[in-house]
């Protein structure tokens, strides 16, 4: 059993998967929906076509957008003391120990893999016998929920699926 107030959720949006990738959004809501932090970041490198074509984020959007180092103490309040739900946690948490440079911190013992967790509760065995991942968007179609007033592959958006997506596979106290 899980307490709602315990959580908030956060995603990224990025200028690539690999290891020189940098954040360009980031957003946090609470598990009411509440945004704690939704802004664009100036990744300090170009984002690439390939990004710009799955996000919309453009390069002249982010521009005069603030560098992560500037939102770190933002970060870091809306999830202190709060377990941090994340729809693939391991990519995300990558992803700002990337951009930081110097790396954020641990948050091993304080992160939830949405992806993984629904995978399971899911129960699609893959081809090597784990666990099939689920994309954020089917897993929401697999469990109806209505997500009409989000805008997919956008760091809000995302974070408003992933919360409903919890509300509806994860059993809430409170």
């Given amino acids: 059993m899980f307490k709602k107030c315990d959580y908030v959720v ?9 290891s020189d990738a940098r954040i360009c ?3 946090i809501i609470d598990m009411s929906g509440n945004v704690l932090l939704d802004t664009l970041i100036n990744p300090e490198i170009e984002i690439p076509s390939e990004a710009i074509a799955i996000h ?4 002249e959007m982010v521009a005069h957008a603030p560098v992560i180092q500037s939102v770190l103490n933002e970060i870091k309040s809306a999830i202190s003391g709060k377990i941090l739900a994340i729809y693939n946690a391991d990519y995300d948490i990558r992803l700002l120990n990337q951009s930081l ?15 993984h967790n ?5 129960g699609e065995i ?10 954020l968007v089917n897993a929401c179609y697999q469990q109806g929920v209505d997500t009409s007033d989000c805008v997919a592959h ?6 408003q699926m992933t919360r409903l997506l919890m509300v509806e596979f994860m059993e809430f106290a409170g």
């Fill in 10 to 18: 956060l995603d990224t949006e990025t200028t690539g998967l690999d």
């Fill in 25 to 27: 959004e980031i957003s």
């Fill in 56 to 59: 919309g984020i453009t390069n």
């Fill in 101 to 115: 440079e110097g790396g954020l911190w641990d948050t091993s013992d304080c992160s939830y893999c949405v992806m």
């Fill in 118 to 122: 629904y995978a399971e509760y899911y």
């Fill in 126 to 135: 893959g081809p090597y016998g784990d666990y099939k991942w689920q994309r």
């Fill in 154 to 159: 956008r760091a809000l958006g995302d974070c």
